[in-house]
């Protein structure tokens, strides 16, 4: 099996990278970029393709690694090319394979496949894939050939609905991306506090890491702490005070997210007075 890749940013070298290490045939990348191919194809041991036609008849599984809105047009440039038989996998978290409108009537099956991983580096994020768990969804045939390639690798693989990969994808989203801008928040108000930046990231290092171990060792409820979850009004109120508008906001909604966790691990404190506060 030959496997190649239409797109050649960091998802396509990673997971490129991640196989052909692996021992696995890479016949190459196509991209608009031919800069980018040629780099991806370097950095692969494979080839760079200057016709997306050469690419697709070279390959028995191609992986559309292109931003995720263009996926559907890539989708209708190689779909009436020689493709029956062949698996279509493109990697977006959100979109579903039905992306791959008409593919029935092409012979081949498609499958959509996506790794819990951001992707940071364009050269070194493959290195993480080995640790890595993957969503597919789609066709029998795709899904099988993909889940069981990866999982040859050690990875973990598990099947979900098409229908629930929006909602998929906003929690990796959240649990990845949104929790960065907690952090921010965070460091910024330290760095009015006359902290730098870095100095903030150091001094906080053990507060973040052991507090993410706790919720992956315990899970949310047990590893709530702090004036929220001890009910402590005059605590929170003061934090309030202390705060722009904006970051108000973002307190009280995330606050009124740590009250419902809190009542989960203290069914029988009274949460109404911060309920309220966080409502005002």
Known sequence: MKIGFIGAGRAGCSIGKYLSVSGIDIAGYYDLSREAADSAAAFTDSRSFAQLEELVFQSSLLFL????????????EIRPLAISQKIICHCSGALPSD???GIEETGASGCSFHPMLPFSDRFSSYEQLKHSFFTIEGQKDAVNTVSALFRGLGNTVCQISGKCKPKYHAAASILSNQVIAALDTG????EECGFSRKDARKATKELVLTNIENVLLNDCVQALTGPIERGDIQTVQKHLNCLSEDDQHMYQTLGLKLVQI???KNPFRDYSGLQELLHS
């Open 65 to 76: 690694t292109t931003p995720d809105g263009i996926i559907q047009q890539t989708w209708e």
């Open 99 to 101: 992306a791959f409108t």
């Open 187 to 190: 460091y910024r108000l330290l």
């Open 262 to 264: 809190a009542k989960t």
